[in-house]
């Protein structure tokens, strides 16, 4: 069973940064297309970022595109989101996805597992 365990969440100031981590255990890590999602109160879950398993091709929510970047270490089982820049609006739970297989994945129902997710809250 796949199971997915984030860390990295925190309090900073706009224009500060942070790294989320995300953990999958349970299968083969480098098999899983993995992605980053993030749910403000009252707002749906939107797509963030994801990473083909091999690492070659990312995608990104326009607004983050520039700032954020998704990394993955395939030896170490964890895909990385490093955050620069922070605005107040990137404030949001943040989960980390992952779902087997190929393909672009950037909607919520492709993925079929989840992370508890992590506070990520910007101040101005």
């Known amino acids: 069973q796949v199971q997915l365990v984030e860390s990295g969440g925190g309090a900073v100031q706009a224009g500060g940064s942070l790294r989320l981590s995300c953990v999958l255990s349970?299968?083969?890590?480098?098999?899983?297309?993995m992605g980053w999602f993030r749910q403000a109160p009252g707002k749906e879950r939107e797509f963030v970022a994801a990473?083909?398993?091999?690492?070659?091709?990312?995608a990104y929510l326009d607004s983050v595109k520039g700032r954020f970047t998704i990394s993955r270490d395939n030896a170490k089982n964890t895909v990385y989101l490093q955050m620069n820049t922070l605005k107040p609006e990137d404030t949001a739970v943040y989960y980390c996805?992952?779902?087997?297989?190929?393909?672009?994945?950037?909607?919520?129902?492709?993925?079929?597992?989840w992370g508890q997710g992590t506070q990520v809250t910007v101040s101005s």
């Open positions: 996805a992952a779902d087997y297989g190929l393909g672009r994945k950037d909607t919520a129902t492709q993925y079929a597992h």
């Open positions: 349970g299968r083969t890590f480098s098999s899983y297309t």
């Open positions: 990473i083909w398993w091999s690492g070659s091709l990312a």
